[in-house]
């Protein structure tokens, strides 16, 4: 309708459009010659590893009991390995029944005699200095984190270890606000807090179990996952530097048998509890008909939900940070993407070009976006998912990027015209895999969002404010992000809802999990 | 051919997300040294003043070829950018090299004129010899709702323009919000643009990379609807090396590999290719040396 002589003055509401344009470009682009550099070949991003010549690793680390590394009870020791290079980084100590009620009185100890007796303010000292500490050592934790872990080092670096401080900052300041946290209610520390966490966000995970124990009070007895043992000795480290009571915080390595152990000790208090739902539900049944407390926060299955009136380029943007950040390992991952049909060309042939562009590789160098998948076994277990969903006739698309030869890595995976019935679209898988479902009304989106038995998490994408509300009302899910995905704050509590567990985790509701009232 | 039927929405907080990971990058070493080459073989060397004379522009002419003679395998500038009058003195300047001259026209910074008066400013550019003519678009209009009072006065210096390439100055600090520079560049590509530019220079903020990201995305669309590639220049406020790395690691993630040339991508700037001969003297030297071995013109 236009050309260039047409001269209407009228408004166009959304497009404005002119022919002939195609002609005259190809003209141009003809006439105008090429200035090349000689050595112009494609630009590559040069290696830029993070030094490592800062950090200390042991070969050997024990348990952290009483304020002291001690020898286990077990005399065993377990490898632990840098899943990028399959290299052994230390041996840490296997504890075993033993070991943990050793750890476990002696917290008991230390709460009776020492740390219900301090002024509240006085234990907020402590956590303030934990923190600065923490601080201080943050590139040590970071390179330590991505060693044994895997994940890249702009991840733990920018993201895992800040947020770890600033659990510890945080919630230091609740310490001496209890009262006013919980006004009229008389809250009160429960005792020892038995505390289990995963592999995904080492450090991050003992910051968020640890702080809010001992800003209400109590006593912890930590037990890290086995792959990923080495920042939360490190933390033991920094905790023995900041002078906390002995015993207040014990630091036990070991395997599942250590867990139980631990969570069908007597004297333990509360469970606090971060990983996978039967374990979960082992727990429940375990302390079933005891007094223990417990907050368990299980896995998921996120419905990332984008609507045609999303702002189409960030969303594509939030679907891959939702799905590929820490490899896909975070049990609030956008797994299962929700595209309205209509942009669903559109919004794939986004995601497949910038899927291109995520650099995978060695996870100290400062221009990784993806990591190594965290173990063997968990490598072989998404693996085997790929396999479930080629069978079961998803289309799969994996980004062309070079993956190291050495190590555990994975191609940013895709998997296209899913649906509910999948396997790849029910369970679990924990990596970098996302299974993408096509809906086309919004209560028909709600339903799907819902039907799964997982509740921890959930992603909208549109400009209408009306819409997020809506659905953030009838998502049955913890945490629900609006526009953007996996936004996380010490302020801001976290936790699931049906399989995903309950109790939430930072915030003030973080600090009722370990509170009697 | 109608590529865009909706439009686009964007969320600010979204974009700026992306521009901080851009921004964590780590460009070290050869990818340095080829990015700053890169860079400088896509600069602009532009001058636009009241102010300017036909002397100021011979030196800038003859530092356009000449950036630093005593490094060695230095590529030159892609452009001079000068206003019509001078564009007669640097084609006489830069008559025998591959530099082009870019002229600024249309009642250049404002646009505050009639499309008679802009037509005759593009067309004593293009007859004094421009290879390119950057024009600003009406932003009243714009602001106003008039788009296709844009859309057609583009069109209509596009056709002016003949065989000079056309740059469209978006102006995108006085457009404001990121949807209204979307809109903006889309119609400019659809009237004709074979380049979008973000700024005139003389309005702040001018470049910012938010704002060139849009852009770039808005190209990247209308290349994956047509198969036609229009060109990008960021225009005012890059000053340093590093923030033309994270322009060309934005270009690069963005559109990739065949935006890489300064065919499809410029830097209008002034005293950036002074900082980036710095950066590359001290990769070659390993140590900085006085500011005072680099010509300023």
């Known amino acids: ?44 991003y040069a290696a830029a590893p993070e030094s490592v010549d800062h950090v200390s690793i042991k070969p050997q680390y024990d348990l952290f009991i009483n304020g002291k590394f001690v020898k286990p009870n077990s005399k065993k020791y377990f490898d632990t390995y840098s899943p990028s290079s399959e290299k052994k980084l230390s041996e840490v100590a296997e504890a075993n029944d033993k070991d ?65 401080c600033n659990h510890f900052f945080y919630y230091a300041g609740w310490a001496d606000k209890l009262e006013y946290a919980f006004p009229n ?133 939030g679907i891959i940070n939702g799905i590929f950040f820490n490899q896909g390992h975070v049990c609030c991952a956008g797994s299962r993407l929700f595209v309205q049909e209509n942009i669903a060309e559109l919004v ?98 709600i339903e799907k969002a819902n039907n ?42 976290f936790g699931g809802f049906k399989e995903s567990g309950f109790g939430r985790e930072g915030g003030i509701h973080g600090l009722a999990g370990y509170l009697k009232f | 051919m109608m590529p865009f039927s909706n439009l686009v929405s964007i969320d600010q907080v979204g974009v700026e997300e992306r521009i901080a990971r851009f921004n964590t990058r780590s460009i070290k070493k050869e990818s340095k040294v080829q990015g700053l080459k890169l860079a400088l073989s896509m600069i602009d060397l532009t001058t636009l003043e009241g102010k300017d004379t036909q002397g100021k522009v011979k030196q800038l002419c003859y530092k356009a070829q000449h950036v630093a003679d005593h490094l060695v395998g230095l590529p030159s500038v892609a452009a001079v950018c000068v206003y019509p009058n001078h564009v007669k003195t640097a084609k006489k300047c830069l008559m025998s090299t591959s530099i082009k001259i870019a002229s600024v026209a249309t009642a250049f910074p404002s646009g505050n004129s009639s499309l008679k008066i802009k037509l005759a400013d593009v067309k004593m550019a293009v007859d004094a010899g421009a290879d390119e003519v950057d024009m600003v678009i009406s932003r009243g209009q714009f602001l106003e709702g ?85 060109g990008m220049k960021p225009a005012g406020g890059i000053s340093t090396s590093k923030i033309a790395l994270q322009y060309l690691v934005m270009l690069y993630e963005t559109l990739g590999d065949a935006w890489m040339t300064n065919e499809w991508f410029r830097f209008g700037a002034s005293s950036l290719a002074n900082d980036i001969i710095m950066q590359l003297a001290k990769e070659e030297m390993g140590v900085y040396y006085s500011g005072d071995y680099i010509s300023k013109d």
């Open chain 1, 452 to 493: 799964i038995p997982y509740g921890l998490s959930a992603g909208v994408w549109t400009d209408k404010g009306s819409k997020i509300f809506n659905l953030t009302s009838q998502l049955r899910a913890g945490v629900i992000w609006a526009n953007t995905y996996n936004k996380f704050d010490p302020a801001s509590p």
């Open chain 1, 1 to 44: 309708m236009t050309n260039s002589k047409s001269k209407s003055a009228k408004p166009m509401a959304q497009t404005v459009s002119a022919k002939a344009n195609v002609k005259s470009k190809t003209v141009t682009t003809k006439t105008s010659s090429k200035i090349k550099l000689e050595s112009r070949a494609s630009w590559q």
């Open chain 2, 146 to 230: 008039n788009y296709q009072f844009v859309s057609d006065e583009i069109a209509s210096i596009k056709e002016a323009c003949g065989k000079a390439r056309l740059k469209v100055i978006l102006e995108t600090g006085e457009l404001s919000t990121l949807d209204n520079i979307r809109k903006a560049s889309e119609i400019a590509i659809l009237a004709g643009a074979d380049f979008i530019k973000t700024s005139t220079g003389k309005i702040s903020p001018a470049a910012t990379m938010p704002v060139t990201y849009v852009m770039l995305q808005t190209i990247k669309d209308y290349y994956d609807a047509t198969g036609i590639m229009i």
């Open chain 1, 348 to 445: 794939i042939k986004k995601l497949k070009h910038r899927m291109d562009t995520l650099i995978v590789g060695d996870p100290l160098d400062k221009n990784t976006d993806i990591g190594a998948i965290n173990s063997k076994e968990q490598i072989e277990k998404i693996k085997q998912y790929l396999t479930i969903g080629i069978k079961e006739g998803a289309e799969m698309y994996q980004s062309n990027c070079q993956i190291p030869s050495k190590g555990y890595f994975i191609r940013p995976t895709i998997f296209l015209h899913t649906s509910q019935s999948h396997r790849i679209v029910q369970e679990e898988i924990f990596g970098p895999v996302l299974a993408i479902q096509t809906f086309r009304t919004i209560e028909e989106v």
């Open chain 1, 185 to 317: 209610k008389k809250p009160q520390a429960l005792g020892v807090a038995g505390q289990i966490i995963p592999w995904n966000f080492p450090l991050l995970m003992a910051a968020w179990k640890i702080a809010p124990a001992l800003a209400t009070g109590n006593t912890v007895v930590l037990k890290p996952a086995e792959t990923t043992p080495l920042t939360a000795l490190k933390l033991a480290e920094v905790i023995q530097e900041s002078g906390l009571p002995e015993g207040v915080v014990n630091i036990v390595t070991g395997f599942g048998n250590a867990g139980a152990a631990l969570v069908n000790h007597p004297l333990v208090n509360k469970i606090a509890f971060t990983g996978s739902t039967p374990v979960g539900k082992y727990i429940q049944k375990a302390i079933a008909g005891t007094n223990k407390k417990a907050t368990l926060e299980l896995g998921g299955k996120a419905a990332h939900i984008i609507f045609d009136d999303a702002p189409i380029d960030q969303a594509v943007e």
């Open chain 1, 100 to 164: 943990i009620d050793l750890a476990v009185k002696s917290a008991k100890n230390a709460y009776d005699k020492t740390w219900s007796k301090l002024p509240a303010k006085e234990r907020a000292k402590y956590i303030y200095r934990i923190a600065r500490l923490m601080q201080e050592r943050a590139r040590e934790f970071a390179v330590i984190e991505s060693m044994d872990g895997g994940k890249p080092i702009r991840e733990s670096r920018d993201i895992d270890i800040p947020l770890a």
